[in-house]
């Protein structure tokens, strides 16, 4: 194998992939990065087994071959190098890797790209040649800025604690020509979707890791906004497939094309449908980045507390106001006075202030709305302009005020 490429390339390249690379693994090739030189592509490739990541960047190939380096070794000594032509060749009696930058030369002992675990792709005609197993399955494609939002906006509400590992997942759910994601650890859920372009000759639904979805969303901020995410599911084989391309030639360091891979859930989803209110007593709209400034203040105190901030909702004729409170008995208190359109009855209620904090940041318009019913019952929050159907965060309260 002699191949040239960009250190920016490789180096970006080696950014999204080593992030697939598997940390605690008994097997030494899944620490490694298998590069794949074919058809003027370098394809880089990692996986743990449970996600696999593929990245294609431009290169010269002047002779075809593959091997796998360590990860973290490759990536360290590119990252250090100057930004120019990086040439590497491999050796396959020792399988050892050459690489040339400059006046910095190196030499990494890989292992045999044939003990590296094949990750699947997609065949639509787009993508580049390589030796790799096709994944067939009902594709879908998703307009990419919008995928990209609606990632940001649900996973973070997913649970990270692994002895629960249904709700470590989201739930990806295509019917009725909308696409939905929901994602909830117990004491909080955000659902958000939008219309797709393509209806549906049946409804599916998954459950996808919400870590591999932060990865997607990693990735697709470097994408090309003009071109759609491509995903193709195979619930056959319980596994979901998203196809992202770079910005284009004219950006040195972009990727060309990246595939992520990942294993399904095979747990079924909880119905959260049943906690979402129907109804509310108190509706409250306040400024979004006002809200947000004064929940971070009480956080200061709230952290000493079990992170509990008290809302006191008050209307008054034509407005209202929101108390925020957060007290702790060794440091002190902190109010804040927020001016706000209230409807309905006043109340009192505690949440916790980290999670109010993680969906306001999510937030863009605007206004916010607030809507509750009693101290003991979840409150409902989703921005001013966006139905519920498309934007709701559901949040269950701390204790009830005594």
């Known amino acids: 194998m002699r191949v040239s490429c960009f250190q920016e390339n490789l180096s970006k390249g080696l950014s999204i992939v080593g992030r697939a690379v598997s940390s605690r693994s008994t097997l030494p090739v899944l620490g490694n990065i298998l590069l794949e030189a074919k058809n003027n592509q370098l394809r880089l490739a990692a996986t743990n087994l449970e996600i696999g990541v593929n990245c294609w960047i431009g290169a010269r190939v002047d002779d075809e071959g593959a091997i796998t380096v360590p990860s973290r070794l490759l990536a360290e000594f590119v990252n250090s190098l100057p930004p120019e032509q990086i040439d590497m060749d491999l050796s396959v009696r020792t399988q050892t890797l050459h690489l040339h930058c400059a006046n910095y030369d190196a030499n990494i002992k890989g292992i045999d790209a044939q003990e590296f675990p094949m990750i699947p792709t997609v065949d639509n005609g787009e993508g580049p040649e390589q030796m790799a197993e096709v994944l067939e399955g009902r594709t879908i494609a998703l307009e990419t800025a919008g995928l990209s939002k609606m990632i940001e906006q649900v996973v973070f509400a997913a649970a990270t604690d692994e002895s629960r590992p249904t709700l470590t997942g989201v739930e990806v759910t295509f019917a009725d020509e909308r696409l939905s994601l929901a994602a909830t650890d117990g004491y909080r859920l955000s659902v958000r979707s939008i219309e797709v372009e393509e209806a549906f000759t049946e409804d599916m639904s998954m459950v996808v890791p919400a870590r591999h979805l932060g990865e997607l969303g990693r990735i697709i901020a470097d994408a090309d906004d003009e071109r759609h995410v491509q995903v193709t599911v195979t619930q056959a084989r319980n596994q979901i497939l998203f196809r992202v391309w770079g910005k284009g030639s004219e950006n040195r360091g972009a990727f060309h094309q990246v595939d992520l891979v990942s294993q399904l859930i095979a747990d ?31 956080q200061l105190f709230a952290r000493d507390n079990a992170n509990i901030v008290r809302l006191q909702i008050l209307p008054g004729n034509g407005g209202g106001a929101v108390h925020l409170t957060a007290t702790s008995a060794e440091i002190g208190n902190n109010v804040n006075e927020l001016e706000a359109m209230v409807e309905g009855d006043d109340l009192e209620i505690d949440f916790d202030v980290r999670y109010l904090i993680d969906v306001l940041s999510q937030i863009d318009e605007e206004q916010v709305v607030l809507e509750t019913t009693q101290a003991n019952r979840p409150g409902a929050i989703r921005p001013v302009g966006i139905g519920a159907e498309e934007f709701l965060h559901v949040v269950m309260p701390m204790h009830p005020p005594r």
């Open 268 to 298: 079924r989803f909880p119905d959260y449908r049943a906690i979402i209110p129907t109804s509310h007593q108190t509706r409250t709209v306040v400024g979004t980045d006002a809200l947000l400034k004064a929940v971070r203040v009480a």
